[in-house]
């Protein structure tokens, strides 16, 4: 077998795992395979439909089976603040469900299974207008301050 990398050579035992069924020998073949793209994701949007620990980790795995190597965690926006945040409790307390820090950390840490690390996959706050605008309202409401107005 022959890989540009470790991360290849795993990904071809992969290749030949999915060719053969369980106790059958591989006849001698040539296999040429590599990844038409280097990014082949998936998009997950948990801060409008929560999913917990165990199921991203599920995912995860499911992920690395088919070969997808970035995984888009969308975790925060006006609808759901799913980050653990020490300093302003109330951004992922309003939510009611969220990931700790310590969840974050572990699912991050998470190899891909297949000698990637998944460094790339988390992704933050992207709609930061919606979520500033909601961070002030949560801590204009604790205050008994005047509301923050949205202009659309």
Not at 26 to 49: K, M, W
Not at 82 to 90: A, G
Not at 108 to 121: F, I, K, Q, W, Y
Request: negative net charge; charged residues 20%; glycine residues 8%.
């Amino acid at each position: 077998m022959e890989a540009a990398d470790e991360s290849g050579a795993v990904w071809a035992l992969t290749t030949v795992t999915e060719l053969t069924a369980e106790g059958e020998a591989l006849p001698i073949v040539t296999i040429e395979d590599a990844p038409h793209y280097g990014h082949r994701g998936l998009s997950l949007d948990c801060s409008r439909h929560f999913f917990t620990a165990d199921e991203v980790k599920k995912v995860i795995d499911q992920m690395t089976r088919v070969k997808l190597n970035v995984l888009h965690w969308h975790l925060v926006d006006d609808q759901g603040w799913r980050i653990e945040c020490k300093t302003l409790p109330l951004l992922h307390e309003t939510t009611g469900t969220y990931y700790t820090q310590e969840e974050i950390r572990a699912l991050s840490n998470m190899p891909g299974g297949h000698g990637d690390h998944p460094g790339n996959r988390y992704a933050g706050p992207h709609q930061i207008n919606d979520c500033g605008i909601s961070a002030f309202e949560l801590l204009w409401r604790k205050n008994g301050a005047v509301p923050v107005w949205r202009h659309f």
